[in-house]
């Protein structure tokens, strides 16, 4: 499947994917902007991040993807040509950061935290009509199977791929609805000077379990090594959801007690690593759906933790704050 056009005029094409993710990002920015003003800040602050983010995002972006698929480029010019080759979220995700960052420094923003908060909680969003529009590039597909639900035909070869773009739309949909009531969970227990941030780990942490999955589920995966076994996105997708859930324990150990919670919640944690190893490496006999359900549910349980342990510290972190 090609990339489809929306407008070719005097040599330039646009395409669908690009209108629909540069939607995204204007709606994105403008939920962020909102964000910020609930946290009576400046949304100009928003705007400001933006303008350094989206080329920021865009380099980042395109440098990750082009550092693990060096053999798809023949020289220099092939690299910085933007329309041969793909893109790396996890590129896009740094560049936002940095950009809050030097935004925060230059322009002397207050709560840096709060900042990365809303604009993670609208770049979910663009995330996630990014995710839809991925259908009209023919990419982010999966492998072959027997039903037509959520799956693309090819006449060529007259089969049913799983459509993976359907389902990471779905639950970054889901990841944005989380990261929304999180955010307001977060703004009704306590001021956002204290808490800012626990809403960006958040969101990174559930990003990072829908990747380790839908990477499972693509035929067209960044992949390393001489085999090309290792998944790209999968990697950073369990070490970003790991560390926060860690800092989360850890935090949370510190405002109580080391009680069994805690060692339960380590052993837990574990096992769903080791869960989802065995998924990706498929392990045991099932059809292409049934070997991730393992991994899903492994997936849910991490996301379900960093919820529980980030409510628990911005719970604590409030009865902690200094009264007025």
Known sequence: MENRLALIYNGLNI???????????????????????????????????????????????????????LS??????????????????????????????ISS????????????????????????IGRFATGFTGSELGY????????????????????????????????????????IFCIRKGKSEFIGGKTALVMLALHGTNQVLADSMRA??????????IKISQIVGIVSCVAVLIYFIVSSVKMNKFTLKYTV???LMLLCIVLGVLAEYRVGNGNYISKHLVMLGAMLILCVMTIHYGSDIVIKTRQEQPSV
């Open 15 to 69: 395409s669908w994917f690009g209108i629909f993710v540069a939607v995204g990002c204007l709606v994105g920015m403008f939920i962020a902007a909102i964000l910020r003003k609930i946290q009576r800040q400046p949304m100009s602050d928003v705007f400001i991040c933006t303008a350094f983010g989206v080329p920021l995002g865009l380099f980042l972006s395109r440098c990750f993807y082009c550092v693990f698929s």
């Open 265 to 267: 919640s380590i052993i």
């Open 105 to 128: 420094v230059l322009f002397n923003m207050d709560n840096f935290g709060g900042l990365l908060d809303c604009m993670a909680v609208g770049g979910t969003f663009a995330i996630t």
């Open 220 to 229: 067209d995966a960044l992949k390393l090594g001489a085999n090309e076994f």
């Open 72 to 101: 798809e480029f023949s020289g220099i010019r092939q690299i910085v040509d933007l329309t041969n080759g793909g893109y790396g979220l996890y590129g896009a995700i740094f560049g936002v950061f940095l950009s809050a960052f």
């Open 144 to 183: 072959e199977v027997n039903f037509s639900i959520m799956a693309v035909y090819d006449e060529a070869h007259d089969l049913h791929t799983f459509a993976v773009y359907m389902l990471d739309g779905i639950l970054e949909a889901v990841i944005f609805l989380v990261s929304l009531c999180f955010f």
